[in-house]
């Protein structure tokens, strides 16, 4: 149900005990329970992923199809390497240290990343308002003001999909309901509603369990991407191949390849909500009824006709800036929006390179074994910082952990946020020590031999 008030209402509308205060208030959870409800595919395929299913969408009924659910056989094995599906290891009983790891986020926590998510936002149509400015004043200074503008705005277009990433595994639906068009606009000239953001990235979560075996339970819409880096078997007698395929990947990112880009729009709807019937209007035409459904129509059109309704609204803005304020006619406006395209593109394709392709490539789950932050402290700090915080830099040290929980924990770099990045990064590699799954008879993947192994020498390196 819209509404354009916060979740969390008003203060000193009812009184709060403290266990209401610390687990929600009342009227944020009942609000909650109705998004779900009406988002009832995200509820299920949240309810899908590994370990417990979001609290708050416990009443929605688990979903046959084939996009919102795990595909396994009647013995709960996957069809394509027919491993069982894993059941993670959470501690029981839990450890007073590591209870916080698994403590469900309050709304005061929710209402602050989604600030944070739209502060970006406002930041970033600042940041191209004086960017015209500066060239409006200084029109000799092209690649002075340019570079001042490109590589700030870069930077926060990494902050930009990291806290959109916080925020999906933690607080899924805005507080208001104008925040989802602010989640990624600057991302591409269009792309993905919110909610079928936040969807595509939970079927990601539901088919790859495993960092390592990408789309084991189903269709992932990242596969295209790991093909690239793991297509000819193991890098160390292959690594000639991927000189062929590995450097297409920064590529097909900037030209919008990844969850907020315009190219994944297109391969998403081609499979969401009707999979494989999305391809042409001829088909349309020969069985309207079997192709697109009422909830089609009515849900999934709208949405996607208003986002990116805003997201085009966006960018013929940022043309007109570059028009008359800069002394050039309406046809030229395309040379600053050209601009302010290139650097949100590096910015964006950096941040899911990273999340995508390094977190679940061989090489660098290899290199984790290593404990990077004892045997390489320099670029332990230096990627830290090119993140925007050692919080972020857990998020890639420990996203085998994020998947095993995804979410019971959610993002590490989220409880960073709220705990400290080193509590966060001990309680992570005492998770990682004891076993991300419970042991259930299949043989060790390649991803669970690596871990035991980072796992000892992290605990040798205390």
Same mark, same amino acid.
């Given at each position: 149900?819209?509404?354009?008030?916060? @979740?969390?209402?008003?203060?000193?509308?009812?009184?709060?005990?403290?266990?209401?205060?610390?687990?929600?208030?009342?009227?944020?959870?009942?609000?909650? /329970? /109705?998004?779900?409800?009406?988002?009832?595919?995200?509820?299920?395929?949240?309810?899908?992923? !590994?370990?417990?299913?979001? =609290?708050?969408?416990?009443?929605?009924?688990?979903?046959?199809?084939?996009?919102?659910?795990? +595909?396994?056989?009647?013995?709960?094995?996957?069809?394509?390497?027919?491993?069982?599906? !894993?059941?993670?290891?959470? =501690?029981?009983?839990?450890?007073?240290?590591?209870?916080?790891?698994?403590?469900?986020?309050?709304?005061?926590?929710?209402?602050?990343?989604?600030?944070?998510?739209?502060?970006?936002?406002?930041?970033?149509?600042?940041?191209?308002?004086?960017?015209?400015?500066? &060239?409006?004043?200084?029109?000799?200074?092209?690649?002075?003001?340019?570079? %001042?503008?490109?590589?700030?705005?870069?930077?926060?277009?990494?902050?930009?999909?990291?806290?959109?990433?916080?925020?999906?595994?933690?607080?899924?639906?805005?507080?208001?309901?104008? +925040?989802?068009? @602010?989640?990624?606009?600057?991302?591409?000239?269009?792309? *993905? =509603?919110?909610?079928?953001?936040?969807?595509?990235?939970?079927?990601?979560?539901?088919?790859?369990?495993?960092?390592?075996?990408?789309?084991?339970?189903?269709?992932? !819409?990242?596969?295209?991407?790991?093909? *690239?880096?793991?297509?000819?078997? #193991?890098?160390?007698?292959?690594?000639?191949?991927?000189?062929?395929?590995?450097?297409?990947?920064?590529?097909?990112?900037?030209?919008?390849?990844?969850?907020?880009?315009? &190219?994944?729009?297109?391969?998403?709807?081609?499979?969401?909500?009707? $999979?494989?019937?999305?391809?042409? !209007?001829?088909?349309?035409?020969?069985?309207?009824?079997?192709?697109?459904?009422?909830?089609?129509?009515?849900?999934?059109?709208?949405?996607?006709?208003?986002?990116?309704?805003?997201?085009?609204?966006?960018?013929? %803005?940022?043309? @007109?800036?570059?028009?008359? #304020?800069?002394?050039?006619?309406?046809? $030229?406006?395309?040379?600053?929006?050209?601009?302010?395209?290139?650097?949100?593109?590096?910015?964006?394709?950096?941040?899911?390179?990273?999340?995508?392709?390094?977190?679940?490539?061989?090489?660098?789950?290899?290199?984790?074994? +290593?404990?990077?932050?004892?045997?390489? #402290?320099? *670029?332990?700090?230096?990627?830290?910082?090119?993140?925007?915080?050692?919080?972020?830099?857990?998020?890639?040290?420990?996203?085998?952990?994020?998947?095993?929980? =995804?979410?019971?924990?959610?993002?590490?770099?989220?409880?960073?946020?709220?705990?400290?990045?080193?509590?966060?990064?001990?309680?992570?590699?005492?998770?990682?020590?004891?076993?991300?799954?419970?042991?259930?008879?299949? $043989?060790?993947?390649?991803?669970?031999?690596?871990?035991?192994?980072?796992?000892?020498?992290?605990?040798?390196?205390?």
């Amino acid at each position: 149900m819209a509404t354009s008030a916060p @979740l969390l209402g008003k203060q000193g509308k009812a009184a709060h005990s403290k266990a209401s205060i610390f687990y929600g208030a009342d009227e944020y959870l009942e609000e909650l /329970k /109705k998004k779900y409800e009406h988002d009832h595919e995200i509820a299920a395929l949240k309810n899908a992923l !590994p370990g417990e299913g979001d =609290p708050n969408a416990a009443g929605v009924a688990q979903s046959n199809d084939k996009m919102l659910s795990v +595909q396994k056989n009647d013995e709960n094995r996957s069809l394509k390497t027919n491993r069982l599906f !894993p059941t993670p290891n959470k =501690p029981d009983p839990m450890p007073q240290n590591l209870a916080f790891l698994f403590t469900k986020i309050t709304p005061e926590q929710m209402i602050y990343m989604w600030n944070v998510l739209t502060a970006i936002f406002f930041t970033q149509v600042l940041m191209v308002i004086g960017y015209c400015a500066a &060239l409006a004043c200084f029109p000799d200074y092209w690649w002075t003001c340019t570079l %001042c503008f490109g590589i700030p705005f870069s930077y926060i277009a990494i902050q930009n999909i990291y806290i959109d990433h916080d925020v999906m595994h933690g607080a899924t639906f805005p507080v208001y309901e104008w +925040q989802r068009f @602010l989640t990624h606009p600057f991302a591409d000239f269009f792309s *993905l =509603p919110w909610e079928e953001f936040v969807l595509e990235h939970n079927r990601h979560h539901a088919s790859t369990v495993d960092l390592l075996i990408q789309g084991e339970f189903g269709w992932d !819409p990242e596969e295209f991407h790991y093909a *690239l880096q793991q297509w000819a078997g #193991p890098w160390s007698s292959n690594w000639y191949k991927y000189l062929l395929t590995v450097p297409f990947i920064p590529v097909i990112h900037f030209f919008g390849l990844n969850d907020t880009g315009s &190219l994944f729009a297109l391969e998403w709807w081609m499979h969401f909500p009707d $999979e494989g019937h999305l391809m042409a !209007p001829v088909m349309f035409l020969a069985s309207m009824q079997s192709l697109f459904t009422l909830r089609f129509w009515s849900k999934w059109i709208p949405r996607r006709v208003k986002h990116n309704a805003f997201v085009l609204s966006l960018w013929a %803005c940022v043309w @007109l800036l570059g028009t008359y #304020p800069l002394g050039r006619p309406l046809s $030229e406006g395309w040379r600053f929006m050209f601009t302010v395209s290139v650097f949100a593109r590096i910015g964006y394709s950096a941040a899911w390179m990273f999340i995508t392709n390094f977190t679940h490539s061989l090489p660098w789950n290899e290199f984790l074994a +290593q404990d990077p932050g004892r045997t390489w #402290p320099v *670029l332990h700090n230096v990627m830290a910082m090119v993140l925007g915080g050692k919080h972020r830099w857990n998020e890639m040290l420990f996203h085998d952990v994020h998947h095993a929980f =995804p979410n019971a924990v959610g993002t590490l770099s989220q409880r960073g946020r709220f705990h400290g990045w080193e509590k966060v990064h001990d309680a992570a590699a005492e998770v990682l020590h004891r076993g991300l799954w419970k042991p259930n008879g299949d $043989e060790e993947t390649q991803m669970q031999k690596t871990q035991k192994k980072r796992s000892l020498m992290m605990k040798q390196g205390k």
